[in-house]
């Protein structure tokens, strides 16, 4: 007859592979940048939201690009599309144009590593309100990121 075995749980451990796949699940991604708009951070974060991944930094840098004017970032008067100005002609063939101008220049020179596609124009105001609405829907590709078909929206609030 077969003598019993007694076995203490503590002996067990885990196996390798098993110990390999817990501690890459608990390795995270050292951030890119800050997330915009800024947020508290979590542990993994530090202080503040940060990106861990490149394509949502683009995208959140290139936003930033676009809204911000002329003049409002320090030591750089030329950084951003200042497309404010033109809020108002936005969806006049010629305001399309040169808001296109001024978001080409600003990306060519800040941000040269993404290649605008597409610029859409839809205005969403109510004829009754007086404050109307112009959004702006951008789709573009970073070929050094693997990054194609990608796109933003930005909604432009303006009183008629």
Not at 10 to 22: F, H, L, P, Q, R
Not at 34 to 43: F, H, Q
Not at 52 to 75: V, Y
Not at 116 to 142: C, H, M, Q, W
């Given at each position: 007859?077969?003598?019993?075995?007694?076995?203490?749980?503590?002996?067990?451990?885990?196996?390798?592979?098993?110990?390999?796949?817990?501690?890459?699940?608990?390795?995270?991604?050292?951030?890119?940048?800050?997330?915009?708009?800024?947020?508290?951070?979590?542990?993994?974060?530090?202080?503040?939201?940060?990106?861990?991944?490149?394509?949502?930094?683009?995208?959140?840098?290139?936003?930033?690009?676009?809204?911000?004017?002329?003049?409002?970032?320090?030591?750089?008067?030329?950084?951003?599309?200042n497309i404010r100005?033109?809020?108002?002609?936005?969806?006049?063939?010629?305001?399309?144009?040169?808001?296109?101008?001024?978001?080409?220049?600003?990306?060519?020179?800040?941000?040269?590593?993404?290649i605008l596609d597409?610029?859409?124009?839809?205005?969403?105001?109510?004829?009754?309100?007086?404050?109307?609405?112009?959004?702006?829907?951008?789709?573009?590709?970073?070929?050094?990121?693997?990054?194609?078909?990608?796109?933003?929206?930005?909604?432009?609030?303006?009183s008629g």
């Amino acid at each position: 007859m077969a003598q019993a075995k007694s076995y203490s749980f503590i002996s067990v451990g885990t196996k390798k592979n098993a110990y390999d796949a817990e501690v890459a699940a608990t390795i995270v991604e050292p951030p890119i940048g800050i997330k915009t708009p800024v947020e508290v951070g979590n542990n993994s974060d530090g202080i503040f939201k940060m990106h861990r991944n490149l394509g949502s930094q683009i995208k959140d840098n290139l936003i930033n690009l676009i809204l911000t004017n002329q003049n409002e970032r320090l030591n750089f008067p030329d950084f951003g599309a200042n497309i404010r100005p033109l809020v108002h002609e936005l969806s006049s063939e010629n305001g399309d144009e040169e808001a296109m101008r001024r978001i080409q220049r600003a990306v060519s020179k800040y941000m040269p590593f993404v290649i605008l596609d597409n610029f859409i124009i839809t205005p969403e105001g109510v004829e009754t309100s007086a404050l109307a609405r112009v959004k702006i829907t951008i789709s573009y590709s970073v070929p050094r990121a693997n990054l194609t078909q990608q796109s933003i929206s930005i909604v432009f609030n303006f009183s008629g």
